[in-house]
């Protein structure tokens, strides 16, 4: 996370996403199938099939952050 970032909420995706999928693709999903503002001050939190990793998106100040 960068410093001085402000998190309200986490929400988790319990449905598994194809890892192939970068920020737009996320973001998308998000907003399309979530209906939540991926502009917001939340986290969004996506495990792939096995649960074995996760991607965390995030709006900051004037862009996307995507971890892996």
Not at 2 to 10: E, K, R, T
Not at 22 to 45: C, K, N, T, W
Request: net charge positive.
């Amino acid at each position: 996370m960068h410093p001085g970032a402000v998190i309200g909420q986490v929400y988790l995706c319990c449905v598994p996403v194809d890892f192939r999928k970068q920020i737009d693709g996320l973001a998308a999903l998000v907003q399309g199938e979530l209906a939540l503002d991926v502009f917001g001050d939340a986290l969004f939190v996506f495990a792939n099939r096995q649960r074995s990793r996760m991607k965390i998106l995030y709006w900051h100040r004037n862009g996307f952050c995507l971890w892996q």
